[in-house]
Nanobody, 121 residues
């Protein structure tokens, strides 16, 4: 089995910064894309940022220039540096990863449990 464990959420004032981390562990042969999604109350889950194993990145328009996604491949960890945070960034942030548990396994999508980010004065 594969586990994704997020950390780094919390309460921050507008204009502040937070850094989220997500570490994958368990039965892992290879990890392809990793990413961060978020879900605000009453809204659908949306992509925030994604990164390939070749470190190509993709961002939602609403976070471009403020958020940076990166990954440490040997540590199976993905990060999300969030700067200039706004109240509308308030949401539960979920990590996801496409993981092949074995050499001949297809890539399967796994999710973390989510971490709350609240931007408020």
């Amino acid at each position: 089995q594969v586990q994704l464990v997020e950390s780094g959420g919390g309460l921050v004032q507008p204009g502040g910064s937070l850094r989220l981390s997500c570490a994958a562990s368990g039965s892992i042969f290879s990890i392809n894309d990793m990413g961060w999604y978020r879900q605000a109350p009453g809204k659908q889950r949306e992509l925030v940022a994604a990164i390939t194993n070749g470190v190509r990145t993709n961002y939602a328009d609403s976070v471009k220039g403020r958020f940076t996604i990166s990954r440490d491949i040997p540590k199976n960890t993905v990060y999300l540096q969030m700067n200039s945070l706004k109240p509308e960034d308030t949401a539960v942030y979920y990590c996801n990863a496409y993981v092949a548990p074995g050499r001949d396994s297809p890539y399967l999508r796994f999710w973390g449990q989510g971490t709350q980010v609240t931007v408020s004065s």
